[in-house]
């Protein structure tokens, strides 16, 4: 049998380790190898060669991309698939902008055709903006889940998505019930969890939209079946968390009403996570789930600032989401960016490294599925994507002035958007090219 070989020459970034907070100049874990080949073989990587010294032969595809960045292609922890509707929504904050923006366009997913055409034009934005593994909401429609599970399918992706939890406080035609969800998702797990690179996802939208009983069939799910995920959202908004205070007086906080449910465990991806308190850190850490910073989407719905050092201190992890529409745009380099000043903003100095680290290894890890995805490692899925130091002559001319190597990511991290993408694989197959970007 033939086998299938690439070889692309380019300068080569990923990590071994964290590089925790530490300073640029000191931060552990950064693998810089520039003017490298990665080796690529059906679909797999091999390991990595400096340019000056090997030579792919002729049973070798090669693409010379001297000159541009290679990293591991990008994971975002939390994102809605439908929110592309409402992308750049003015004026709310997070209950009045579901209310005004969300449910309305999340209501046009019960239509197969909107489903699909959504799921299609969804994964193909992920894509061309350098993003290959993403744990996603559709909406609390069948057909929606169905239909970005099997579009992802189709493409190789890694993704993890669920059809989404509702059964109270929101409109008709937006909510389930707990049979009928339960029935929903058996038949979506039977189909989709497992197959080809998918898993599957119990999706609580969040604690207000699903009653005691629906938590607890979730949590019996989470039980029941090996390998399931789990991703809500948790004190977002001030008016959110009183809201749920309200709802579950018998919970010590937002955090515990998904504990006592029994929703908590190592893949568990809890969106946003502001306002915990020490107890809730903890919990966090006491059971593995994950918090998805979201900071785009926090400085546009004005929600709050994650105390992303204090997570981590507690001994809890955290990633990188888009968010979308809540958030602003589905580069994970704009939303490294926004990290950035929301870190700053809390007297915290947030390195390239770090952010990076938080959109590739490190979600692999927290997800555990770093033995495929998050790093450049031999035996790791091919899933990458190339980028241009610079685009446009502001950042070509800061790009020309870096002198080290951090410095120029950071310029590349924060004047960089998916217009900095040549191309991006999955699995080794080339699915997205910048037109006028090949080698």
């Known amino acids: 049998m033939t086998r299938s070989r690439l070889a692309l020459r380019a300068d080569l970034l990923d990590f071994t380790a964290d590089p925790g907070w530490s300073a640029p100049d000191a931060a552990p874990g950064v693998r810089w190898r520039p003017d490298h080949w990665l080796l690529v073989e059906d679909g797999k990587i091999l390991g990595a060669e400096p340019a000056g010294v090997f030579t792919p032969g002729a049973d070798w595809q090669t693409e010379d991309h001297r000159g541009r960045l290679l990293l591991p292609g990008f994971i975002d922890t939390h994102v809605h698939s439908p929110q592309l509707d409402v992308i750049a929504s003015f004026g709310t904050e997070l209950l009045d902008w579901l209310n005004t923006y969300t449910f309305p366009a999340e209501l046009r997913h019960a239509d197969p055709v909107v489903a699909g055409q959504g799921a299609e034009t969804f994964l193909d934005a992920l ?5 290959t593994t993403a744990v996603v909401f559709p909406t609390v429609h069948r057909t929606s889940a169905d239909a970005l599970l099997s579009g992802a399918h189709r493409r190789g992706m890694r993704l993890i998505a669920g059809k989404v939890l509702m059964d109270r406080h ?6 389930d019930d707990v049979v009928g969800a339960e029935r929903d998702s058996r038949e979506l797990i039977h189909q989709w969890h497992g197959t080809g ?6 999706t609580v939208r969040f604690a207000p ?12 799910l989470m039980r029941e079946v090996p390998g399931l995920y789990m991703q809500t ?8 968390v009183a809201w749920v205070a309200e709802l579950f007086p018998e919970a010590r906080s937002y955090l515990d009403v998904y504990h006592r449910a029994g929703l908590l465990n190592e893949r568990a991806v809890l969106a946003h996570g ?10 966090l850490a006491d059971t593995g789930a994950q918090i998805a910073h979201s900071p785009s989407s926090n400085l546009f719905l004005g929600s709050g600032l994650c105390a992303w050092p204090e997570l981590e201190a507690a001994g809890a992890r955290v990633t ?3 968010d979308v529409g809540g958030g602003t745009s589905l580069s994970m380099l704009r939303t490294l960016a926004d990290a950035y000043k929301v870190q700053a903003m809390r007297g915290v100095k947030l390195t390239a490294w770090k952010a990076l680290h938080g959109a590739t290894l ?4 927290a997800l555990g599925l770093d033995h495929e995805i998050g790093s450049l490692d031999a035996g790791r899925t091919a899933d990458l994507a190339l980028w241009d130091w610079a685009h446009g002559p502001v950042a070509q001319h800061r790009d020309g002035r870096a002198r080290k190597v951090h410095e120029r990511v950071f310029a590349w991290m924060t004047l960089g958007d998916e217009r900095n993408l040549a191309a991006t694989w999955v699995a080794g197959h080339a699915i997205f090219r910048r037109p006028g970007s090949e080698p």
């Open 362 to 365: 490190g979600a692999a890890q």
């Open 197 to 202: 690179r998918l898993s599957y996802a119990m």
């Open 320 to 322: 990188l989401a888009s």
């Open 170 to 175: 929101a409109p008709d035609g937006l909510r």
């Open 274 to 283: 502001i306002w915990l308190d020490d107890a809730d850190r903890q919990l």
């Open 209 to 220: 939209t699903s009653t005691p009983e629906q938590l607890a069939m979730a949590g019996r």
């Open 233 to 240: 959202h948790v004190a977002e908004n001030r008016a959110e």
């Open 127 to 131: 894509l061309s903006h350098g993003t």
